[in-house]
């Protein structure tokens, strides 16, 4: 690195300090709009410099060691956990906690970690919508933190839930990624890269994810990406091969955890690739080589862990244009609000919550500041590179309109639906869950503003504005994290009180409930929660199971399920290896089939059904003409 004579007294202890850099030495900016303005040194050119350019030293040199900072990482994560999530989370024998999405998470795994065999794909078993079966990877089951588990499950306790490790991984993570990013962004800057991390950890989207969405809340991926297309702007030798190899790995890792994931990743390596286009130093036909092993390697991914459906059909669910993006959800600190700021969109829960993306008290502040001082000293906008700044400008914004999918709100109003008729949507709907998709242009704005105050300001004056506003930011969001404790601490119905169903898997190998959760949630045994009560169930009696919540169902499994399993009462018998929970309606249809009158009784409220046993239970039901689920 060049340093112009009048800086090199002061870079002897300005790399700790109030370092400058000459802006020429910067790859991420246009050094023909920048030369002409080095004659007048400004207060911190420490900016978007590349970490090879600054040499962490004495105490600031475990910035540059990998070790020093997952360990400070993984201490960080545990103990946020810990604070916001609970000690219970950490105890692998607690489900109890596990409530909703985190519920069908547990069910999806267990199933999987209990069928003896392994299947194609990886992630399919037939102990999961019996007897069809169907990849546990649609229930958001983390594939590489799964497989691995389940290869060492002799080992392994009964019941054993991951989730809780998997939100300090991702919390961990999530810091040790930022660290990263702002290591290359500002240089050895301990206290601005370090209060730079932990915006990001206690970033509201990723503090909302952790109360049901484990495997969505992966979002350090997000990071990871950003950190790789600002690396490939360096100008470093081998800084393209570095790039196509990292971006090829992430593809396949991405696709391995979410497919929302997956998709906003792949979009900021195209961004990346369009700008690396831009200056020349790939060919067209060597991005095209880039996209197609990209391509190759997605698919190989997704159809071994099973997010390819057979046949192409079932991707498509209800909810586009419901989950989506508010165009206030920056600003909206949801229905639990905020320490400053009320709710604006009412009733959020009801669909756009997929679209939460609070910026918090101290983001809003520093983008007000970063927008004054942004007009009062617009010359140093200039200094950066539209070849990288375009590219991924377009990325963010493609994202951000897709988030607000074709029907575009604001507060509870509709500002404008351009596909009234839902003609185009239908081709959207496989992203049901769109506001998801603003988590990627969320971190880069994120990123954007903690990096801009190096931009107009000296270093300790950027560290100081940064380190207050995470406080404020921090106490702003307080209500965020108590509502995360508090639905992590409900207590949730247990209906199954006879010591009878907890026998049933010394007698039977599969649970059938009918009509199946899938079909009929509201009707199904057990309305809404049927899924867990019974799910628990097969799990802790290791019984394979029709009824299950999953994101997306096959056509061919939905079929089965809601039509051909209950009509098949008329011409077939009830298996002997299989034990039924069923509403009055079914039971009468199975009296009126093969198998005959006083095969089901009442139990908890429930109807079980055997043609091999009565469980001491008598044969006559209480209501057979009810239409309760419970």
């Not at 990624?177 to 915006?199: I, Y």
């Amino acid at each position: 690195m060049k340093l112009r004579p009048d800086f090199q007294s002061h870079y002897k202890w300005g790399t700790c300090n109030e370092a400058m850099v000459s802006v020429e030495s910067l790859p991420f900016m246009n050094v023909t709009q920048a030369s002409s303005r080095t004659s007048s040194p400004p207060a911190s050119q420490a900016i978007i410099a590349p970490a090879a350019n600054f040499g962490a030293t004495g105490r600031f040199r475990w910035l540059d060691s990998v070790w020093p900072q997952l360990a400070v990482s993984l201490v960080l994560g545990l103990i946020y956990v810990l604070l916001f999530m609970g000690r219970e989370t950490l105890n692998p024998r607690d489900i109890d906690w596990l409530g909703e999405d985190g519920a069908q998470h547990y069910i999806g795994w267990e199933l999987l970690r209990q069928d003896p065999h392994w299947h194609w794909p990886l992630m399919y078993t037939n102990r999961f919508g019996y007897p069809v079966g169907d990849s546990v990877a649609l229930v958001d089951v983390n594939p590489w933190m799964a497989l691995p588990f389940k290869v060492f499950s002799s080992l392994l306790p009964e019941p054993f839930q991951y989730f809780g490790i998997e939100a300090v991984l991702t919390c961990a993570l999530q810091f040790f990624f930022a660290l990263r990013l702002f290591r290359l962004l500002l240089g050895a800057n301990l206290w601005g890269v370090v209060t730079a991390g932990l915006f990001f950890l206690i970033a509201p989207p990723l503090t909302f994810r952790l109360k049901f969405h484990y495997c969505l809340a992966n979002h350090w991926l997000l990071l990871v990406a950003l950190l790789v297309f600002f690396q490939a702007q360096q100008e470093s030798p081998g800084v393209v091969r570095r790039f196509v190899i990292s971006a090829l790995i992430l593809a396949g890792l991405g696709v391995a955890t979410n497919p929302y994931i997956a998709f906003q990743m792949l979009l900021v390596m195209v961004a990346a690739l369009v700008s690396l286009l831009w200056k020349g130093r790939l060919t067209l036909p060597q991005a095209a080589g880039f996209m197609a092993a990209m391509g190759m390697i997605c698919l190989v991914v997704a159809y071994s862990l099973g997010f390819i459906i057979a046949g192409g059909r079932g991707y498509g669910g209800a909810g586009y244009r419901i989950f989506s993006m508010n165009l206030l959800s920056p600003l909206d600190p949801g229905w639990f609000g905020s320490i400053i700021f009320p709710a604006l969109v009412p009733r959020l829960d009801r669909g756009q919550y997929e679209g939460y993306s609070y910026l918090g008290a101290g983001v809003i502040a520093l983008a007000l500041i970063v927008m004054v001082y942004g007009f009062r000293r617009r010359d140093k906008l200039r200094v950066l590179d539209k070849r990288w700044v375009i590219p991924l400008l377009g990325c963010c914004l493609v994202l951000t309109l897709m988030a607000l999918t074709t029907k575009v709100r604001v507060g509870p109003a509709t500002l404008v639906d351009v596909d009234p008729r839902q003609v185009l949507s239908r081709f959207l709907a496989p992203l049901r869950s769109s506001g998801r998709l603003f988590w990627l242009p969320y971190y880069a704005i994120l990123t954007a503003l903690l990096a801009a105050p190096y931009l107009f300001m000296r270093r300790s004056r950027a560290n100081a504005l940064l380190a207050c506003l995470l406080v404020l930011q921090f106490v702003d969001t307080r209500p965020l994290r108590r509502w995360l404790y508090s639905g992590l601490h409900v207590s949730y119905e247990k209906p199954l009180k006879s010591p009878i169903w907890h026998q049933l898997g010394s007698l039977y190998e599969n649970l059938v409930v009918l009509p199946a959760w899938q079909c009929a949630p509201r009707s199904s045994p057990g309305g809404v929660y049927g899924y867990r009560f019974f799910g628990y169930l097969a799990t802790e009696q290791k019984m394979r199971t029709n009824s299950y919540y999953t994101a997306r169902y096959t056509a061919q499994a939905l079929d089965f399920h809601c039509k051909r399993a209950v009509g098949e009462f008329a011409n077939q018998p009830l298996s002997p290896d299989t034990v039924y929970v069923v509403t009055p309606a079914v039971a009468a249809q199975i009296a009126k089939g093969p198998t005959g009158e006083g095969k089901c009784h009442d139990l908890d409220g429930f109807i079980l059904c055997s043609p091999k046993t009565d469980f001491g239970l008598s044969p006559k039901l209480k209501d057979q003409g009810a239409g309760s689920t419970n």
